[in-house]
């Protein structure tokens, strides 16, 4: 990720640890802990410029791709993005 899109959204240029880079819907999305507490703060779309809020469960982070309020896919630690169920 560029660093200036770093800076934009807070967080260290220099620690390539905190940014994730998820193909989502056929877009790139950049998730990323801005305030390098081990835990991820916002879903970065850079086409539409948009900060999408997301939600950490554990090793799990809730993703609402397309910013409907609505949970898209859930990220696990070290694996990747999955398509969200909903846990009865
Ligand atoms: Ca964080
Ligand atoms: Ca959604």
């Not at 835990?39 to 609402?64: A, H, M, R, W």
Request: proline residues 3%; aromatic residues 12%.
């Amino acid at each position: 990720m560029i660093d200036d899109v770093e800076i934009f959204l807070g967080s260290d240029p220099k620690n390539s640890g905190d940014v994730i880079t998820l193909f989502l819907e056929y877009t790139v999305f950049y998730l990323v802990d801005t305030n390098n507490d081990g835990g991820f703060d916002v879903l970065y779309n850079p086409q539409s410029n948009s900060k999408i809020e997301v939600l950490n469960q554990g090793d799990k982070t809730l993703l609402d791709a397309d910013n409907d309020g609505v949970w898209d896919y859930t990220y696990i630690k070290n694996k990747g993005a999955v398509r969200y169920k909903e846990i009865p």
